[in-house]
């Protein structure tokens, strides 16, 4: 990777080196067990003209995203999230029957099907073959696509052009930032809005989030990048929102050049946010990898001494970014024996690389472990609550970022594990 993908400048500059992992959705069925698996490195860079954060496009969306094992509808209070988002939409636009509302990229309809309650006129476009059938069959009407400018003027030439163009939890997910974007300009209306939901560069180095750093998420934004990337396509961002998804997400609310206006008093503030952090210069990005090592040390320590001990522990979800924190860190099935997941796509297959077990939740009370690995801490709230039983026989729950904290999960009262403590 020698150019930045949006500038296309040769001014890239290494921040994290996660080595070299399999794709984090390539989960492998049992006869995939003895074959090659490929893997790829995972180094994230910063450009240091437009300070867009990048991995190099190594592993194509078409290889990830035909068929996909993430089906959003899994997560209770994902669905929630997307209620309150379409609610607070339809209010602030005043959409209604005569809208139109095109969202890329989604998934089983988790966020069209409200619109399809209030009677809405939509569109999904999701690539993945096996998820948006699940769409359909749900009564979402969706279509098979990857967005670009193309697929954008059919749907145009076809159903109009879009009030709202919904665009969450896939920016990160195209090295085409230019052809997406131009994408979403082509379905918008001259005088819509186009929202975008991606995760916040700002938390991700806060908070030491590397395990979001997965070969899908081809680039990671603050709100000064995601201005310059949306710019290509003609359209301004004019107000932000900060969320606490994915451990701290900005949703972008943008609009073609020409009936943009000046941006809110809130895009000022996190710009602002940003500029004292330091991500407002390549150097800023730095320093991220010393706090990768103490998270990593802190973990295996824990696990290596509850198996010493004769404790067990065991997982809980097969997230993608689970794989990443279990492939850098070097967790193997000796540390963890199984983790469980809710979503049946995923049970009797392996992890990538780290080839953990992926079980049905009830395992949990059968085996009655004492610690359970949480590894898609961003849902913390809803996991603690659907893992409350744990403590019917003295389990307890662990938390690996942004740091290691034993929960009590009737509690939900974390402490802060010290090695010298355990």
Known sequence: MDTCRLCERP????????????????FLGPSELDLPEPTYPLHLRVCSSCLLAQLPALVTPEETFTEYAYFSSFSVSWVR????????????????????????????????????????????????RN??????????????????????????????????VVANNV???????????????????????VSIEVQHLLSLVRHCQFDTIYHEHFQYY????????????????????????????????????????????????????????GLHTADGHLGLAEDVHR????????????RRSGRTVVGYGAPGKGNTLLNHCGIRPDLLPYTVDRNPYKHGRYTPGARIPVHPPERLALDRPD????????????????LAHVADWGGRLVFPIPRLEVVDPRSAQGQPVVRSQR
């Open 11 to 26: 001014d890239l500059r290494g921040v994290l080196d996660l080595g070299a992992t399999p794709p984090c959705e390539r």
């Open 81 to 128: 999230h997307a209620a309150r988002y379409v609610a607070d939409a339809v209010a602030r636009l005043g959409l209604g029957r005569d809208s139109f509302v095109v969202e890329a990229a989604s998934n089983d309809g988790y966020l069209l099907r409200h619109l399809v309650e209030r009677g809405v006129r939509c569109l999904g476009v999701e690539p993945a």
């Open 131 to 164: 998820v948006g059938a699940v769409a359909r069959e749900n009564g979402v009407p969706t279509l098979t696509e990857f967005l670009g400018p193309e697929t954008a003027a059919r749907i145009r030439d076809e159903h109009g052009p879009a009030d709202l």
């Open 171 to 193: 920016y990160a997910h195209v090295p085409d930032i230019r052809g997406f974007t131009a994408g979403l300009r082509g379905l918008v209306a001259d005088d819509g809005w």
């Open 222 to 277: 603050t709100v000064r990048s995601a201005q310059q990337a949306l710019a290509t396509g003609g359209l301004v961002v004019v107000d932000v929102e900060l969320l606490p998804t994915h451990g701290g997400s900005i949703r972008l609310w943008a609009r073609p050049a020409d009936a943009a206006g000046p941006p809110s008093a809130a895009v000022l503030e996190v710009l602002a946010a940003e500029a004292d952090a």
């Open 295 to 306: 998270i990593r040390a802190d973990l295996l320590t824990f696990l290596l001494e509850t």
């Open 371 to 386: 610690y359970v690995l949480v590894l898609p801490w961003n849902l913390r709230d809803e996991l603690v609550d659907q």
